[in-house]
């Protein structure tokens, strides 16, 4: 079983930034992928970037590409997502995701079975 607990999410103003750690606990933390997804009121779930277990491959949407850097920290069983450059579109609530199963590093939701409860994110123009 893995627990995640997500934190750092706020309002900041378009052009600002915020760093997202995830904490996961659970004996599969350093084996497992991690992901970062969001979704906004009133539309689908998207992933937003993932980083295999060793932290040796990453991947992201395309949205955020240049802006968004996810990493791993497995001394600590802490994920993060540093943003820049937010913009008003960022606005969402934002989730972390492992898996027991899954071993690559694209942030696509059916690969995940373990989430954490999200932080809210709100960028204002």
């Known amino acids: 079983q893995v627990q995640l607990v997500e934190s750092g999410g706020g309002s900041v103003q378009a052009g600002g930034s915020l760093r997202l750690p995830c904490a996961a606990s659970?004996?599969?933390?350093?084996?497992?992928?991690m992901g970062w997804f969001r979704q906004a009121p009133g539309k689908e779930r998207e992933g937003v970037a993932a980083?295999?277990?060793?932290?040796?491959?990453?991947t992201y949407t395309d949205s955020v590409k240049c802006r968004f850097t996810i990493s791993r920290d497995n001394t600590k069983n802490t994920v993060y997502l540093q943003m820049n450059s937010l913009k008003p579109e960022d606005t969402a609530m934002y989730f972390c995701?492992?898996?027991?199963?899954?071993?690559?590093?694209?942030?696509?939701?059916?690969?995940?079975?373990?989430w954490g409860q999200g932080t809210q994110v709100t960028v204002s123009s």
């Open positions: 995701a492992s898996s027991s199963w899954y071993s690559g590093s694209r942030p696509v939701a059916a690969n995940y079975n373990y």
């Open positions: 659970g004996n599969i933390y350093s084996r497992a992928p």
């Open positions: 980083i295999t277990s060793g932290g040796g491959s990453t």
